[in-house]
């Protein structure tokens, strides 16, 4: 099979590398003229670990391309489909405008039989909207969602070698196309999840919800120890020692930032809101909050050591990335502390 892969951002450039690896022709689509330059050259817009290895390494086996052409995929019978989805500039919601757009521009190009596979996060309901605009546009064509979860700084292993794949699909076709496309990885014992469409996109934010909450909960209980005079690293330890808890994602610090947890929580809030759930969802208001508040907490920190008048002082941010391993700034709590 051919593969092409719509988006060719951090998720899009990543997952086409990484199918090239595995033997496929894959041709990566993206508006941006001057980011298809770059990868078409072997280099990457962004920075991850070991991924620039692997680009240029595919690009010279020929089977890897790039390109601004959308009638590129006409002969592709698997269409990942990797934009962005971020906050919308007025509310909470997810900015859906680059996933319609990039399924409207590919349905004159789809061939009979051929599998549009969503893999941005999305909120509930996008996937069959979109499944019903195709019936119309493209009816020869199909459309699954295979949420990701790649992290950055370990984006090349998570794609190649995940702790699951999760497919939302509505017929056996469309699973098995999908299972094709990831037998090399299939065969490495990945667990393979068959979920309906809705179950899918919800697997992706409730991942991120729950991580989410386990990073503003240990900071909440850092605030607890410092009023107590305990010690937030030792409580940390202990209770990440208990099996049903786990120690990742209870480091306390200065919360979480990037391009997805923030956003991905404001969204499904924003989404459960009108199913009419948004009291289920209310407890991830708090955590948004207690996320936001442990920047303002490293100020007061500052200021309560040194003074309240901080014009007087030079103060150093060693970091400004939201995380190690990443060039990735947005959302970032240490520019949000250093403004």
Sequence with gaps: MKLSVIGCGYLGATHAACMSSLGFEVVGVDTDQHKVDLLS???????????DTLLAAEMKTGRLSFTTDFSAVADADVHFICVGTPQSKDGLAADLTYVKSSVAAIAPHLKDGSLVVGKSTVPVGTAQALRDILATSAPQADLAWNPEFLREGFAVEDTLTPNRLVVGVVNDRAE???KEVYKPIIELGTPWIRADLPTAELVKVAANSFLATKISFINAMAEVCEAAGGDVTVLAKAIGYDPRIGNRFLQAGIGFGGGCLPKDIRAFMARAQELGADQA????????AINLRARQRVIDVVRADLSEDLTQYKIAVLGATFKPDSDDVRDSPALDIDH
């Design 176 to 178: 098995e196309i999908l």
């Design 41 to 51: 050259r072997g280099e990457l817009p962004f920075y991850e670990p070991g991924l």
């Design 281 to 288: 969802l209310e407890f991830l208001r708090e955590i948004d």
